[in-house]
């Protein structure tokens, strides 16, 4: 029987094969190399382990995959406290955070300077005040997926500001259809506090593929 970070790996390694498929268009972004999408599947020895991160990853992570029922039952419900990272998933992040603030400052610095330059600077062209459209979306597989079975989970970049809540837009529906074809999904964006980067317009966005069919 598979571990749960042998789950976690297949996840994450099918969602860095599909990021790829797409990376020429508007709805795609390849996984920069300090991803650990695109590395050996393990912690990293580089970074060790403190009892602090297992100590976060005690309290944030959760002991039992996630169906695509239950899922939607707690996201349709707005309740995402039942959610979260495996334990394993959750020290690969907590080290992946370390390594990007020792490298880069910090998170944010990551991403904006790194993996989301160009994305933010198309998005500094962009008349805010403006309706939402499909172009103003990027998706990226999430490095660092919840726990969940047979889904995807892709973060939603925005070139304009998303409010916090439950209800996607008919720019975010437009967008999915034409990234994912006919597809169930979900979606949200966290509250401020619960954000991770909430200098950066984001959404989680969650793809489960209708008989097998997969991009």
Known sequence: MASRLEVDTQSR????????????????????????????ASTNPSVPVTAEMEANAKRLSIPKMVSWDRFKQLVDAENLKPLGRSYEMQIIYEQHK????????????????????DFIADAQKVDASQPLVASDFMFRANDFPYYLENVEHWVLWCKKQLPPGFVPPAAVADAVAERFGNVEWRYFVNPVHRQSVPQLSHAHVFIKHIDGCQI
């Open 98 to 117: 370390v390594r990007m603030k020792l490298k880069y400052g910090s998170i944010a610095n990551y991403l904006t300077n790194h993996v989301l330059a």
């Open 13 to 40: 390694m099918a969602l860095a094969t599909a990021s790829k498929l797409k990376t020429a268009g508007l709805y795609g972004l390849p996984s920069p190399p300090d991803s650990p999408m695109l590395a050996k």
